[in-house]
């Protein structure tokens, strides 16, 4: 299993942007799919998007397509989610997730972030 932190969540406007990443650790960090999911109050974590451990694949949930971009720096053992154009709905615990495969990542991922909070006011 990999540890992973979070950071770069806080407190934007609507229209405004922020870059969460995710550090990892461990040695094998370019063999997991990596992805954020998000969580907000009264709701059930959903997925937001993955990337696999060369980065060539990349996939988003609909909500964010156009907005959030995915990326990884595998020699900083990293993953990134640029966030533009954020909204009020977008207001929720994000959560970095890595996982054996993408197919994993999705089901079951291997390991969690402890999540970083990312507040959009209106």
């Known amino acids: 299993q990999v540890q992973l932190v979070e950071s770069g969540g806080g407190l934007v406007q609507a229209g405004g942007s922020l870059r969460l990443s995710c550090a990892s650790s461990g040695r094998t960090f370019s063999n997991y799919a990596m992805g954020w999911f998000r969580q907000a109050p009264g709701k059930e974590r959903e997925f937001v998007s993955s990337?696999?451990?060369?980065?060539?694949?990349?996939s988003y949930a609909d909500s964010v397509k156009g907005r959030f971009t995915i990326s990884r720096d595998n020699a900083k053992n990293t993953v990134y989610l640029q966030m533009n154009s954020l909204k009020p709905e977008d207001t929720a615990v994000y959560y970095c997730?890595?996982?054996?495969?993408?197919?994993?990542?999705?089901?079951?991922?291997?390991?969690w972030g402890q999540g970083t909070q990312v507040t959009v006011s209106s």
């Open positions: 997730a890595a996982g054996t495969s993408l197919i994993t990542l999705q089901r079951q991922p291997n390991s």
């Open positions: 990337i696999s451990g060369t980065g060539s694949l990349r």
